[in-house]
């Protein structure tokens, strides 16, 4: 299986005007989507191999990315 990045406009392409509104005008949105971006790379790090993890590790990564995306999902649906 392809390694794969999960970048927010991937994640949520049917709010691409709302993504772009909340991160320009909420601070704690953009923290969130940073926040979100950075776990998305360093997991995509870790299966590449370029970082070093446990599978435990990961999977707690995987699941503080999945949070963060229902979080953000949860502060899109509302701006919509």
Not at 38 to 46: G, H, P, S, T, W
Not at 48 to 59: E, H, I
């Amino acid at each position: 299986m392809p390694l794969e990045h999960h970048p927010l406009n991937r994640e949520f392409p049917q709010h691409h005007d709302a993504l772009r509104k909340l991160m320009q005008g909420d601070a704690r949105f953009a923290s969130l989507a940073a926040e979100y971006e950075a776990l998305d790379k360093r997991i995509y790090e870790i299966e590449d191999g370029r970082s070093a993890a446990d599978d435990l590790t990961l999977q707690g990564l995987k699941l503080q990315r999945v949070g963060l995306k229902d979080e953000i999902a949860g502060l899109l649906h509302g701006a919509t």
